[in-house]
């Protein structure tokens, strides 16, 4: 995150932050506006500017509003990592590598982001018709971090 106010001798309060979005997934531009938009609740509004593939602007109107972002507001976004946390969230198939899993585990936590949790079917993914060859896993959930909470 980085924060730029246009030029110093602007009378109004426009800031902005520039955001890279660590994915490797198609960020769907209005979804992420929405969400950003309802959990930070900015007094004068955001405007969100799609730079490139994952790059945003967002433009806000009150030293309030950029001060709680750069302040630690919420971020979150849906985990769509296609990576497992536990073994647990697996049936079936090859056996997801322990490391891999302790690995996307501490990049969660280095990032401060929580499961946020599900409600409904434990897998959400599932490949074949049989038994014997069907896999599936708990790939589709939400993370965020605790200010999100």
């Not at 708990?138 to 993370?143: A, Q, Y």
């Amino acid at each position: 995150m980085m924060t730029w106010k246009p030029t110093d001798d602007d009378d109004d309060d426009e800031k902005w932050i520039a955001g890279y979005f660590l994915t490797a997934s198609v960020i769907n531009f209005q979804a992420m506006q929405n969400i950003m938009a309802n959990i930070w609740h900015p007094l004068k509004g955001v405007v969100i500017s799609n730079l490139r593939e994952k790059l945003f602007f967002f433009k806000f109107y009150h030293e309030l509003d950029i001060g709680r972002v750069e302040n630690g507001a919420p971020w979150t976004f849906n985990k769509i990592f296609n990576e497992i946390l536990y073994s647990l969230e697996k049936n079936g198939g090859i056996p997801r590598e322990s490391g891999r899993m302790e690995s996307f585990r501490d990049a969660l936590d280095e990032c401060q982001l929580n499961d946020l949790g599900y409600v409904g079917s434990w897998f959400t993914w599932d490949r074949g018709n049989f038994e014997a060859n069907n896999v599936r896993e708990r790939l589709d959930c939400g993370v965020a971090n605790l200010d999100w909470w």
